[in-house]
C-alpha cells in the first residue's frame, strides 16, 4: 500500500488554504491518503530565521498579495485577506487535534470551514471565539471544542507536530512529503502528481 | 500582435538556468516572443531587503539546493553547484547586453553557454575571463567580448535594465511579466503559459 502524502500548513497561511481545497482530491486520483498537519511556522522561523512573506519588501509584498488572490481564483476559491494578518494559528490548530484522534473526517472538515472562514470570508480565527463560532457554525459543539484548546493532550500534540515537521525539514506553508521526498508550496501540487505519477526523476 | 514576454533572470540563479531553457519554447508555442533581460539581483536586494536563497535558514537551503538539481533534472538539464557561489552577474550580463543591440540571437546563445558553463558545468563565470572563455568557445570574438565589459554604454544599459526591473516589480529570478502580469518562478512557467491560452483568469 502506498504512503500517505504528508500535508504540513499554517492556518494563517493564503497558500495553505488553497492546497488545503486540492490535495485529497489530488491524492485520491492516485490512491494515496493525506495525513494533515497542521503546525506552527512562528517557532520553526524563530529556529530558521524564516519570515512571513507578508514582512518581505514592498516589491515581493505586493506581488504575494496579489498571487494570493490570483492562486485562489484559478482553484476556484474565493479571497479576502484576514485583518490582522498574520494571525496566530494556535487556537484552530489545536481545534483540530482535539478532534483527529476520534473523528479525522470531521476534523479535515473543520480546517477546511477555519480557512474558509479566514481567506475565503476575511474572517478573524486567531482567537478561540473565532474558532469556537467556525466549529459550531460547521455542526460541532462548541463547549467540546474550547475544551480541545485548553487540554495539555492537545498542547502537548501541537508542540510535537511543529517539532517533527522541522525536523523532518519543513519551513515553509504548505508543505509535501511524498515517499521522502520534500515539495515547498502550493505552486509545486502538480509536481507531487507528477512525482508520483512516475515514481521520481 | 501579441506582446513579447519579458523574461528577467540573474545569472547566478539556478532557476534562472532552468528556465532559460525553456521559455523560448513554451512562448514560441503560443506565438509570443520573449524579451530576455538580464539583471543583478544584488542592487535590487538592498532596496528591498531581499536575500539570497542560499542565505536562507539550513533547513531552506538544504531544501533549495535539492530543489535546485531536481528541477533541472525534470527539465532534463545537468546541474552542478558553481563555486564560489552566489557569484556576481555583472561580466556575464554586460557580455550580453553587449552582443544583444546587433545580433540578439547570437546574446541569447552566449546567455545559455554562460548558463550551461555556470549551472551544467559548474565553472566560475564570476570574473571576466570565465565569460570570455565561454564566449570564445560558444564562437565569439574574445576581443570584442572583452571590449564590451569595459563599455561605459554597455555599464549603464545593466545599470538602466536593472533599475527598470526594480520599477516593474521584479525582486527575483526567473521573473516574467506577460500582458502586464507578474510571475515569480521557473515553477510558474506552467501558470504563464495557462495565463496566455485563458486570457487570464
Known amino acids: 500500500m502506498a504512503l500517505p502524502i504528508d500535508f504540513y500548513f499554517d492556518f494563517s497561511s493564503p497558500y495553505g488554504y488553497v492546497a488545503a481545497h486540492r490535495i485529497d482530491a489530488v491524492a485520491a486520483v492516485h490512491g494515496r491518503a493525506v495525513t494533515w498537519h497542521p503546525i506552527l511556522l512562528g517557532p520553526i522561523f524563530k529556529n530558521t530565521g524564516g519570515r512571513a512573506l507578508v514582512k518581505s519588501g514592498p516589491g515581493k509584498r505586493a506581488y504575494v498579495q496579489r498571487d494570493f488572490a490570483r492562486s485562489a481564483r484559478r482553484a476556484g476559491l474565493p479571497f479576502t485577506m484576514p485583518e490582522p494578518f498574520p494571525f496566530l494559528a494556535v487556537a484552530a490548530s489545536r481545534a483540530y487535534y482535539g478532534l483527529a484522534d476520534s473523528d479525522e473526517r470531521a476534523a479535515r472538515r473543520l480546517a477546511l470551514a477555519l480557512f474558509d472562514a479566514a481567506f475565503g470570508e476575511g474572517r478573524d480565527i486567531g482567537k478561540p471565539a473565532g474558532v469556537i463560532a467556525v466549529a459550531q457554525a460547521a455542526g460541532l459543539d462548541g463547549s467540546v ?31 509535501f512529503i511524498v515517499d521522502g521526498e520534500p515539495f515547498w508550496g502550493n505552486d509545486r501540487l502538480d509536481e507531487v502528481v507528477a512525482w508520483i505519477e512516475q515514481g521520481g526523476w
Chains 1, 2 share one sequence.
Not at 484548546?149 to 523532518?168: C, F, M, N, S
Open 145 to 175: 471544542v474550547a475544551g480541545c484548546l485548553e487540554d495539555p493532550a492537545v498542547k502537548d500534540r501541537l508542540r510535537d507536530e511543529t517539532a517533527q515537521a522541522e525536523a523532518a525539514g519543513v519551513f515553509g506553508s504548505p508543505f
